[in-house]
């Protein structure tokens, strides 16, 4: 639980503010979700952590790994 407390800690602590540029629309598979894969690219994130998988797939095109909440926690090694 320290792992997640600690990125949790870290979130509310040093946010950064990125643009979004809309450049490669439409790639998700629902219209409304693509400002999220935009804003993973932008923020050179390297995991989406969704429970709506299906929809953010097109998010691996980028290099981005899309998973639920529990495998990024298994990542992290927070959970076996």
């Known amino acids: 639980m320290k792992i997640l407390t600690t990125l949790l800690e870290l979130f509310v602590e040093s946010p950064i503010r990125c643009s979004i540029f809309y450049l490669w629309r439409t790639v998700a598979r629902d219209p409304d979700d ?47």
């Open 34 to 80: 693509d400002f999220l894969i935009d804003l993973a690219v932008e923020c050179q994130a390297d995991f989406i952590i969704t429970y709506n998988q299906k929809d953010l797939q097109a998010a691996q095109k980028f290099g981005l790994r899309v998973g639920s909440p529990k495998e990024f926690l298994q990542i992290v090694g927070e959970i076996p």
